[in-house]
């Protein structure tokens, strides 16, 4: 699967979104004054999967509780999931963390209470109760730099509460299925380093045949199967390549959470994560954690059928002129790894 993007560098990098309106400071009000909030929701895609009776063609995921089999129900399953995401958010921090006195009374729940996010936030502890149970409030940009304050949200975090909340400018134009023609040629001139084009979505649009070497031959394969996160979570062939598998899983579902909120018009990305939900018990646990992360650079320990174990670096790199596509570089991270690599460019030259 491919890499994500460093969170410090925003949405310019990684696979997983593209350019988004990060939530401006906006003038925090005092605790004691309650914030006028607007209401409502907007609309996002409804993913239809096709039905099917075996994992690698998709079926209606539809019924179920996590924000995967509900990925096409419109603006009511945006709303529930702003409701669980600041919920878990909330239940993650303890009051010694922010500095807050502690009180007496034994806490029956993790985590902060409503009441204390509602006073560092300078809302009612009603308000917090609304937006958790997704009574369908649309909150203002105030009140959600104000929650992404109180809760401690990191960038990725807070940019994807902004998306949930329609609180960004839309995007412009449909998603990237085909590859960019310069881009596919700069794939190959990349050679030997293994590299390829992906989308949002995973999709691999273009690759060299180093990278083709490494991991699989990507021609060979229909193309609704050449997505790097269908070949990590559904593929057989693929459940030993990656040494940390989970680790790899976890940080590519946080990275898809924040396309799907950058993406509200998506389906064929609703419809890949209804999939993934439906056949894979790893993305199921894996996306209810409601993690988001993007990240565009890291080591991957891989272990190879022909030249055997070694380690990679990945790079994500996104062009200023196709934003919504991704080039993901390859490198050895050590001799050892690097041999490894040079008998794989040697096995193609010979064949």
């Known amino acids: 699967?491919?890499?994500?993007?460093?969170?410090?560098?925003?949405?310019?990098?990684?696979?997983?979104?593209?350019?988004?309106?990060?939530?401006?400071?906006?003038?925090?009000?005092?605790?004691?004054?309650?914030?006028?909030?607007?209401?409502?929701?907007?609309?996002?895609?409804?993913?239809?999967?096709?039905?099917?009776?075996?994992?690698?063609?998709?079926?209606?995921?539809?019924?179920?509780?996590?924000?995967?089999?509900?990925?096409?129900?419109?603006?009511?399953?945006?709303?529930?999931?702003m409701g669980a995401f600041l919920r878990a958010r909330r239940e993650r921090l303890t009051p010694e963390d922010l500095g807050l006195p502690q009180r007496r009374q034994a806490r029956r729940t993790p985590g902060l209470r409503r009441e204390e996010v509602a006073e560092l936030a300078g809302v009612s502890t009603d308000y917090i109760v609304r937006l958790e149970q997704g009574r369908g409030l649309r909150p203002?940009?105030?009140?959600?730099?104000?929650?992404?304050?109180?809760?401690?949200?990191?960038?990725?975090?807070?940019?994807?509460?902004?998306?949930?909340?329609?609180?960004?400018?839309?995007?412009?134009?449909?998603?990237?299925?085909?590859?960019?023609?310069?881009?596919?040629?700069?794939?190959?001139?990349?050679?030997?380093?293994?590299?390829?084009?992906?989308?949002?979505?995973?999709?691999?649009?273009?690759?060299?045949?180093?990278?083709?070497?490494?991991?699989?031959?990507?021609?060979?394969?229909?193309?609704?199967?050449?997505?790097?996160?269908?070949?990590?979570?559904?593929?057989?062939?693929?459940?030993d390549f990656y040494v940390e598998r989970e680790r790899v899983i976890r940080e590519g579902i946080a990275d898809l959470r924040a396309a799907w909120a950058a993406h509200p018009d998506d389906r064929a990305l609703a419809d890949l994560i209804a999939e993934f939900t439906a056949y894979s018990p790893e993305f199921e646990q894996a996306w209810a954690r409601h993690d988001v992360r993007v990240q565009g650079r890291g080591n991957k320990p891989l272990r190879h059928p022909l030249v055997g174990p070694l380690v990679v670096s990945y790079e994500v790199l996104i062009p200023v002129q196709d934003p919504d596509q991704r080039i993901v570089i390859y490198r050895a991270v050590d001799t050892d790894s690097q041999a490894a690599l040079d008998r794989l460019v040697a096995a193609l030259d010979a064949s």
């Open 140 to 239: 203002s940009v105030e009140v959600l730099n104000a929650l992404a304050r109180a809760l401690c949200l990191n960038d990725d975090e807070r940019a994807y509460l902004f998306d949930l909340a329609l609180q960004r400018q839309p995007d412009h134009g449909k998603p990237s299925t085909a590859p960019a023609p310069a881009l596919a040629m700069l794939v190959r001139d990349l050679s030997p380093l293994p590299a390829m084009l992906v989308n949002h979505r995973y999709d691999i649009l273009a690759w060299n045949r180093e990278m083709a070497a490494l991991i699989t031959d990507f021609g060979a394969l229909p193309e609704r199967q050449r997505n790097s996160m269908w070949l990590c979570l559904l593929d057989p062939s693929m459940r």
């Open 1 to 81: 699967m491919t890499g994500t993007v460093n969170s410090t560098q925003r949405r310019e990098l990684g696979p997983g979104g593209s350019s988004r309106t990060q939530g401006g400071p906006g003038n925090g009000a005092d605790s004691t004054q309650r914030r006028d909030v607007g209401s409502g929701g907007g609309p996002r895609s409804h993913g239809q999967p096709e039905s099917a009776a075996d994992p690698t063609r998709r079926r209606d995921a539809s019924g179920g509780g996590t924000p995967g089999n509900r990925a096409g129900r419109g603006s009511a399953d945006r709303v529930q999931e």
